[in-house]
């Protein structure tokens, strides 16, 4: 029985799967004890699975495999599964692939080092890699032991490599990537190193630590300042060309001076396929005055670093009384991008009347759920985000039992909504959260349950009741919190902090959101030590931030304020237009920016991880190391 492989889809799919069923069920039940061993066998069995292999349909050719596995044994078993588990992962199925890796790695009396030991062994740090689990995948991979078995070493080291890449080791990544190269034919070194390139760029833009380390050999140092210079590179792209050049002096002879800077050279930013001409919405009177004057100083800050031949035409509207009116002149005055509006209700009037004819980038977020048109994208420095991303940083850093305290109102729900989503759904329990109002000076009310101060009074009150007199107290607060997450400005910050000191919980970690820090440091007194995140164009030391943040300070001397989150919202968004302009779906490789490591989902919304930061003694933002980098 035979399934036409020109059969069209639609009709095909179920009958293919049907057949290879049938055939499976007729193959266990001629063969329910013994191995594939003959030749003839084997080739009659692999048959249909790789033909449906070829045709694309890799969910059928994996179910095949994982019946042929069933009426299998030793290792044509291992084989099967194997087979089975690549087939999954080519049908963009990791739940199956894990489900049939886990499978494969149970198999007992299967010798590492043998032929299908060495299948099993690659194909699970496949599995793991696929799955963000990079750290299971070199676990897999040690097993083969040293030397990798013999035939399997460009496989094994190119698997290494990328796994320590996504773990963060850049220098054991780049050291395996090294090895490869000696064991391969010339002809394959320069798509060894394009490999290389690829995930030690993505590993620098979740944010590895790509920083040379003291007495690394010039390849490696290369590599990791190559890295460095296209993340500074992506977080302002302007100034990339000079450095690639100064990077070839120092480094002439090195291996990715041909494979990736020459590419590099060829998409720089001032090669970008802009729109032709821009239309930018933006409140410019009323109360959001200084909010749209921020965003556009930053937009055009970026715009006027674009090389001159390349920069489109931008056309400035004032959205403040009819951002749908503007729309529409926008679109009639020629704009083939539109940036803007600011405000929420802007924002939806704006979708009401776009129909996905023009790309459209608006600067806020629509509510979870609402339908939005073609080429529609939504971007804002939402909190939610911020909130998430400390959850997660608590997991993993093992803190899983903790308390939160946000500004009563919708502002601070939606903060809670989203930490305690990420926190609870990763695994963690939110012993307490409590709110506090706008005008609160004595945290007293909110912390004594906040910390469970509670159950230690009434022990004592029960204690002086059965003794008859007053007995020396000293409160206790629970013993196994491991953190406060807080959420609010400094001046309500600054009033907590010493108020835990004084209610024995000065010693908790005290996590935050940005909107606890202020650059100015006098707004941050008393908030030493408290950890949070912020926007790189904030905190950040490195220099490509740096070097802008200069630049503009001689530009706008007297008006810092202007010069603050917003002005680097307005500096990303230019960025993101280019994004736009030449990408056809979801950007996942983040995007390093001046808000933060920039992606956008498939709803078309801009999602940001940002950086990390505590509070010295002194009130400036102290930048911490890299953290976990994202998955």
């Given at each position: 029985m035979q399934c036409p492989v020109g059969d069209r889809p639609a009709h095909a799919a179920a009958a293919r799967a049907y057949l290879a069923l049938l055939g499976t069920v007729a193959l266990a039940a001629c063969t329910p004890s013994r191995d594939l061993a003959q030749p003839a066998e084997r080739a009659a069995a692999v048959e249909r699975p790789e033909r449906l292999s070829r045709s694309g349909d890799h969910a059928a050719a994996a179910q095949r495999w994982e019946q042929i596995a069933a009426g299998a044994h030793g290792d044509a078993r291992v084989q099967a599964l194997a087979a089975a588990a690549r087939e999954w992962l080519r049908a963009a199925s990791p739940g199956d692939?894990?489900?049939?890796?886990?499978?494969?790695?149970?198999?007992?009396?299967?010798?590492?080092?043998?032929?299908?030991?060495?299948?099993?062994?690659?194909?699970?740090?496949?599995?793991?890699?696929?799955?963000?689990?990079?750290?299971?995948?070199?676990?897999?991979?040690?097993?083969?032991?040293?030397?990798?078995?013999?035939?399997?070493?460009?496989?094994?080291?190119?698997?290494?490599?990328?796994?320590?890449?996504?773990?963060?080791?850049?220098?054991?990544?780049?050291?395996?990537?090294?090895?490869?190269?000696?064991?391969?034919?010339?002809?394959?070194?320069?798509d060894n190193r394009r490999s290389l390139w690829d995930a030690l760029r993505s590993a620098a833009a979740r944010g590895a630590d790509v920083s040379p380390p003291a007495g690394a050999d010039p390849v490696t140092a290369g590599w990791l300042e190559?890295?460095?210079?296209?993340?500074?590179?992506?977080?302002?792209?302007?100034?990339?060309?000079?450095?690639?050049?100064?990077?070839?002096?120092?480094?002439?002879?090195h291996p990715a001076s041909s494979a990736v800077v020459d590419a590099m050279q060829d998409t720089d930013a001032s090669k970008l396929k802009l729109p032709g001409q821009i239309a930018l919405?933006?409140?410019?009177?009323?109360?959001?005055?200084?909010?749209?004057?921020?965003?556009?100083?930053?937009?055009?800050?970026?715009?006027?670093?674009?090389?001159?031949?390349?920069?489109?035409?931008?056309?400035?509207?004032?959205?403040?009384?009819?951002?749908?009116?503007?729309?529409?002149?926008?679109?009639?005055?020629?704009?083939?991008?539109?940036?803007?509006?600011?405000?929420?209700?802007?924002?939806?009037?704006?979708?009401?009347?776009?129909?996905?004819?023009?790309?459209?980038?608006?600067?806020?977020?629509?509510?979870?759920?609402?339908t939005t048109p073609q080429v529609f994208y939504q971007f804002a420095l939402a909190p939610e985000d911020e909130a998430r991303q400390v959850a997660e940083q608590?997991?993993?850093?093992?803190?899983?039992?903790?308390?939160?305290?946000?500004?009563?109102?919708?502002?601070?729900?939606?903060?809670?909504?989203?930490?305690?989503?990420?926190?609870?759904?990763?695994?963690?329990?939110?012993?307490?959260?409590?709110?506090?109002?706008?005008?609160?000076?004595?945290?007293?009310?909110?912390?004594?349950?906040?910390?469970?101060?509670?159950?230690?009074?009434?022990?004592?009150?029960?204690?002086?009741?059965?003794?008859?007199?007053?007995?020396?107290?000293?409160?206790?607060?629970?013993?196994?919190?491991?953190?406060?997450?807080?959420?609010?400005?400094?001046?309500?910050?600054?009033?907590?902090?010493?108020?835990?000191?004084?209610?024995?919980?000065?010693?908790?970690?005290?996590?935050?959101?940005?909107?606890?820090?202020?650059?100015?440091?006098?707004?941050?007194?008393?908030?030493?030590?408290?950890?949070?995140?912020?926007?790189p164009w904030l905190i950040a030391d490195e220099p490509a931030v740096a070097e802008l943040r200069a630049t503009v300070a001689q530009l706008w001397p007297a008006n810092a304020r202007r010069r603050g989150r917003l002005f680097a919202m307005g500096f990303d968004t230019w960025r993101l237009v280019g994004a736009f302009a030449t990408a056809s779906g979801p950007i996942r490789e983040p995007l390093a920016g001046m808000t933060g490591r920039l992606t956008i989902d498939a709803a078309g919304r801009v999602r940001r991880k940002l950086d990390w930061a505590t509070v010295g003694p002194d009130g400036e933002a102290r930048p911490l190391p890299a953290r976990s980098p994202d998955p």
């Amino acid at each position: 029985m035979q399934c036409p492989v020109g059969d069209r889809p639609a009709h095909a799919a179920a009958a293919r799967a049907y057949l290879a069923l049938l055939g499976t069920v007729a193959l266990a039940a001629c063969t329910p004890s013994r191995d594939l061993a003959q030749p003839a066998e084997r080739a009659a069995a692999v048959e249909r699975p790789e033909r449906l292999s070829r045709s694309g349909d890799h969910a059928a050719a994996a179910q095949r495999w994982e019946q042929i596995a069933a009426g299998a044994h030793g290792d044509a078993r291992v084989q099967a599964l194997a087979a089975a588990a690549r087939e999954w992962l080519r049908a963009a199925s990791p739940g199956d692939a894990r489900r049939v890796g886990a499978a494969l790695e149970a198999l007992p009396d299967v010798d590492p080092r043998s032929a299908a030991g060495t299948t099993r062994g690659i194909v699970v740090a496949e599995v793991a890699l696929a799955a963000g689990q990079p750290e299971q995948a070199l676990t897999a991979l040690r097993a083969l032991g040293e030397p990798p078995p013999a035939g399997a070493e460009a496989e094994i080291l190119l698997l290494r490599g990328r796994a320590c890449l996504d773990a963060g080791r850049a220098r054991d990544g780049i050291a395996a990537f090294a090895a490869r190269e000696r064991v391969l034919p010339p002809a394959q070194l320069a798509d060894n190193r394009r490999s290389l390139w690829d995930a030690l760029r993505s590993a620098a833009a979740r944010g590895a630590d790509v920083s040379p380390p003291a007495g690394a050999d010039p390849v490696t140092a290369g590599w990791l300042e190559l890295a460095r210079i296209v993340t500074r590179g992506q977080r302002n792209p302007f100034t990339q060309r000079a450095q690639l050049a100064a990077w070839r002096t120092r480094y002439p002879l090195h291996p990715a001076s041909s494979a990736v800077v020459d590419a590099m050279q060829d998409t720089d930013a001032s090669k970008l396929k802009l729109p032709g001409q821009i239309a930018l919405l933006l409140p410019l009177s009323g109360r959001l005055t200084d909010a749209g004057e921020s965003l556009r100083d930053g937009f055009m800050t970026a715009y006027y670093q674009q090389d001159v031949a390349s920069r489109p035409i931008v056309r400035i509207y004032d959205s403040t009384t009819d951002a749908a009116a503007s729309y529409l002149r926008a679109l009639a005055d020629g704009a083939a991008f539109v940036v803007g509006p600011l405000g929420k209700e802007n924002v939806a009037a704006v979708r009401a009347v776009a129909d996905g004819s023009v790309p459209t980038l608006v600067l806020n977020m629509l509510s979870d759920g609402e339908t939005t048109p073609q080429v529609f994208y939504q971007f804002a420095l939402a909190p939610e985000d911020e909130a998430r991303q400390v959850a997660e940083q608590l997991l993993s850093d093992g803190r899983r039992m903790g308390v939160a305290l946000v500004p009563g109102g919708e502002w601070g729900a939606r903060v809670l909504t989203a930490f305690q989503g990420a926190f609870t759904g990763g695994g963690g329990t939110l012993v307490t959260t409590m709110t506090y109002g706008a005008g609160t000076t004595d945290f007293s009310a909110v912390l004594v349950p906040l910390l469970g101060f509670e159950e230690s009074q009434h022990r004592h009150q029960a204690l002086v009741a059965i003794v008859g007199g007053p007995l020396q107290f000293t409160p206790r607060r629970r013993d196994d919190l491991q953190f406060v997450f807080f959420a609010g400005q400094p001046v309500q910050g600054r009033l907590v902090r010493p108020q835990l000191k004084f209610h024995y919980a000065g010693d908790l970690p005290f996590y935050s959101t940005s909107d606890i820090y202020d650059p100015d440091p006098q707004a941050n007194q008393d908030l030493e030590g408290a950890t949070f995140v912020d926007i790189p164009w904030l905190i950040a030391d490195e220099p490509a931030v740096a070097e802008l943040r200069a630049t503009v300070a001689q530009l706008w001397p007297a008006n810092a304020r202007r010069r603050g989150r917003l002005f680097a919202m307005g500096f990303d968004t230019w960025r993101l237009v280019g994004a736009f302009a030449t990408a056809s779906g979801p950007i996942r490789e983040p995007l390093a920016g001046m808000t933060g490591r920039l992606t956008i989902d498939a709803a078309g919304r801009v999602r940001r991880k940002l950086d990390w930061a505590t509070v010295g003694p002194d009130g400036e933002a102290r930048p911490l190391p890299a953290r976990s980098p994202d998955p």
